[in-house]
């Protein structure tokens, strides 16, 4: 089942959706964004200088303890693993008259937040598409920007995720990622490989298409040695060798996508089968604390089949 809280549109003139100002959430832009990259338009402009820009959130991921969930939530109904599609940062940067760095720096905040969430009610993965194969044909001045920022952010809150016991770990196409960032992968994977309170998966470079692929490769290696028989091909062989092999939980239980689109967009499309799906109007870094409560909820709502009957 999927759960939308808006009409489907019955042609293609939708009009842009104005998101209501959120409290608390302030996004500072101290460069002068025609200083760099004149030519380009306004939505690509990304001064230098924005590396600077601090991605922190104040104070360290909250000691695990018991936790009061919110009143329309059920601890034994909640789900292990939560997926998102965190989609719409250049939307809400345009909104307001910013630069698109300015609306992915925002994103990382919301993304920030989301996680605190996930460790205090006890959801044991959270796996995020934070940039997916096909945005490489993206300019090369955003995606740039793009691989900065995951740096940045990852070195930001390495020590506090590890101190909050989350372990991270990255999916996707490695190989086209620059060197350094590769780098920086394997050591925050291997730093935080024994946390357990919650296990962030991050998607970059990733394509479900190419996952599928993938391991289909690896299991025609595997025959072609002789490693295994045709008969020993099953779901739970594939299963093993998808990217998501990583986690104890592979299939999420529930798909996060903001925005108001309606497609999954090349993710996870092996271990969605069963997903229960939900669209929020939002843009990614409008989405908080009381759009993820709209969310569970309505996944709690629901009677999970898997092709049979109740």
């Known amino acids: 089942m999927l759960s939308l809280r ?15 100002p959120k409290p608390g959430l302030v996004v500072q832009t101290a460069w002068n964004q025609t200083d760099l990259f004149p030519s380009l338009p306004k939505r690509y402009d990304y001064k230098l200088q924005a590396a600077t820009t601090d991605l922190s959130v104040a104070g360290d991921i909250p000691a695990e303890e018991v936790v009061e969930l919110p009143a329309d939530l059920n601890r034994d109904l909640m789900p292990k693993h939560v997926a998102v599609i965190m989609d719409g940062n250049g939307r809400w940067a345009r909104q307001r008259g910013l630069a698109t760095s300015a609306g992915h720096e925002a994103g990382v905040k919301a993304l920030r937040e989301l996680i605190e969430l996930c460790c205090q009610w006890g959801i044991q993965v959270l796996t995020v598409f934070a940039f997916s194969y096909e945005n490489w044909i993206r300019p090369k001045v955003e995606v740039d920007f793009l691989m900065s920022l995951f740096e940045r952010a990852l070195k930001s809150e390495v020590e506090s995720f590890s101190r909050g016991g989350i372990r991270i770990s990255v999916i996707g196409d490695s190989t086209k990622l620059p060197t350094s960032l590769q780098q920086l992968i394997n050591e925050v994977e291997e730093t935080t490989k024994h946390n357990s309170r919650l296990q962030l998966i991050v998607a970059v470079s990733y394509s479900g298409k ?23 091909i099953n779901e739970s062989l594939i299963e093993q060798e998808l990217e998501t092999n990583c986690t104890e939980h592979p299939y999420p239980d529930l798909l996060i996508r903001t925005s108001g689109e309606l497609r999954v967009s090349n993710f996870l499309l092996w271990q969605l ?23 569970l909820s309505s996944y709690q709502q629901r009677q999970r089949r898997y092709g049979g009957r109740h």
């Not at 808006?6 to 209501?20: D, G, R, S, V």
Request: with cysteine; charged share 30%.
């Open 6 to 20: 808006f009409a489907i549109p019955t042609a293609n003139t939708l009009t842009p959706f104005k998101t209501k």
């Open 210 to 232: 190419y996952d599928v692929v993938q391991a289909c490769r690896s299991i025609a290696e595997k025959a072609k040695d002789g490693q295994i028989q045709l008969d020993d």
């Open 273 to 295: 089968a069963y997903t229960e799906l939900f669209f929020a109007q939002e843009l990614w870094p409008d989405f908080r604390k009381d759009e993820f409560v709209e969310a």
